[in-house]
T-cell receptor, first 115, second 112 residues
C-alpha cells in the first residue's frame, strides 16, 4: 500500500460519541483523499484535501463530518455524534499530484463500528 | 445510479481457466485504475490506463482501456488460487478532477 498509514485499524464507538480517524500519506505526497466503503457496497468518495486546504468535499455529509490536513501532521477525518449508519470502512489515499492521471495509493483503512 | 458498472459481480472458476472482468460507463474517463482488495485490507493498485485503446500487461493479467475511454476490461489467463480477491475498477471523470469513481467490484474465487 505504498506507505499510507491509517490509524486506528479498528475503532468502536457508542452512538453519540466522536470518532477521529488519522491518515499519514506517503512521504512527499501532499494530496489526500478519503473514501468510505459501506458493507456490501463499493468505495464512495468523501473529500479531497491538499495541505491546509479542502479542495473538494462534495461527497461528505453536510453535518457531523469534517476533515482537515494541517501543514504538519496527519490528515484527520472527524465524525461527531456517530450513528449506527456511520459503521463502515474508511480509507485514505494519497498522491503526489492532484491531476486526473496520477495514481492514488490507499491505506489499510479504519473500520468503524458504532454500537 | 452507478456510474461505473462492473460485471460480473461474482465469479467462481477452477484453477487454470481464463476470465474477463468488465467495467462499463456512459461517461468518459481521463484515466482508469484497477485495484485488488483483500478482506480487511485497502485496495492495492494494479495498473493505470490513460490512453484510449491502451493495453497493459502484468504477467498473466491484461488490461484494456476502450477507444472512447468509457470502458475497460481485465483478463486473467490461467487463473490461480492466489488470484482470489475483490477486483475494483476506478476512474477519474473528465468533469470531476482527480477524485475516483469506483465500480462495485468483482469478487473472484479461484478453486484449486
Amino acid at each position: 500500500n505504498a506507505g499510507v498509514m491509517q490509524n486506528p485499524r479498528h475503532l468502536v464507538r457508542r452512538r453519540g460519541q466522536e470518532a477521529r480517524l488519522r491518515c499519514s500519506p506517503v512521504k512527499g505526497h501532499s494530496h489526500v483523499y478519503w473514501y468510505r466503503q459501506l458493507p456490501e457496497e463499493g468505495l464512495k468518495f468523501m473529500v479531497y484535501l491538499q495541505k491546509e486546504n479542502i479542495i473538494d468535499e462534495s461527497g461528505m455529509p453536510k453535518e457531523r463530518f469534517s476533515a482537515e490536513f494541517p501543514k504538519e501532521g496527519p490528515s484527520i477525518l472527524r465524525i461527531q455524534q456517530v450513528v449506527r449508519g456511520d459503521s463502515a470502512a474508511y480509507f485514505c489515499a494519497s498522491s503526489p499530484l492532484g491531476d486526473r492521471n496520477t495514481e492514488a495509493f490507499f491505506g489499510q483503512g479504519t473500520r468503524l463500528t458504532v454500537v | 445510479t452507478q456510474l461505473l458498472e462492473q460485471s460480473p459481480q461474482f465469479l467462481s472458476i477452477q484453477e487454470g481457466e481464463n476470465l474477463t472482468v468488465y467495467c462499463n460507463s456512459s461517461s468518459v474517463f481521463s484515466s482508469l485504475q484497477w485495484y485488488r482488495q483483500e478482506p480487511g485490507e485497502g485496495p492495492v493498485l494494479l495498473v493505470t490506463v490513460v490512453t484510449g485503446g491502451e493495453v497493459k500487461k502484468l504477467k498473466r493479467l491484461t488490461f484494456q482501456f476502450g477507444d472512447a475511454r468509457k470502458d475497460s476490461s481485465l483478463h486473467i489467463t490461467a487463473a490461480q488460487p492466489g488470484d482470489t480477491g475483490l477486483y475494483l475498477c476506478a476512474g477519474a471523470l473528465e468533469t470531476s478532477g482527480s477524485r475516483l469513481t469506483f465500480g462495485e467490484g468483482t469478487q473472484l474465487t479461484v478453486n484449486p
